[in-house]
């Protein structure tokens, strides 16, 4: 079997990176959507639905590392799948909505090269959420007929011992 708590920690701060990347790109896109000097006045829904994506990521992250370390009782098994499946989801649907958006983008805007660079960190943004729901889903499924409802210890960010 993998050692799992050996992978979280990396695999949290990824996908904060990811984010937080994300999350700038597509607030220059959308600043850029709906600036005066173009004809637009608008952003596209699916831009912003991926810069609410990368906002919803960092709170999910907040909770998915705080919870398991200070609120023991706000860790159940499903909450934690529950979680990580909605934004596995709403990845897949940001940046495929985005990516069909941007088809017709033309290569010397720099706001296509920023849209171009959105949509790639949310696929792999969504890869790395479906990797962390596959291991909470695996922890489901190994408790299954057990009456235990905590979150396993072995996909929580470890607190570091001093």
């Known amino acids: 079997m993998v050692a799992f708590e050996a992978l979280v920690f990396p695999l949290r701060i990824a996908q904060a990176i990811l984010a937080i990347i994300i999350l700038s790109l597509i607030a220059y896109v959308i600043n850029s959507w709906s600036a005066p000097y173009y004809y637009y006045s608008w952003s596209p829904s699916s831009a912003n639905f991926l810069l609410f994506c990368s906002i ?53 805007w720099g706001v296509c090269r920023a849209s171009e660079a959105a949509v790639t960190f949310g696929a792999f943004e969504w890869l790395l959420f479906l990797f962390s729901t596959f291991m ?24 570091a011992t001093v």
Request: net charge positive; glycine share 4%.
């Open 56 to 108: 919803w990521t960092i709170l999910v992250l907040v909770y998915l590392v705080v919870a398991p370390l200070r609120f023991q009782q706000a860790t159940h098994k499903f909450a934690i799948l529950g979680v990580e499946f909605v934004a596995m989801i709403f990845w897949f649907a940001g940046f495929i909505a985005y990516a069909v958006f941007i088809t017709g983008c033309s290569d010397a």
């Open 136 to 159: 909470a889903a695996a922890h489901c499924w190994r408790t299954r007929n057990t009456n235990t409802t905590k979150h396993d210890p072995a996909i929580e960010v470890q607190a």
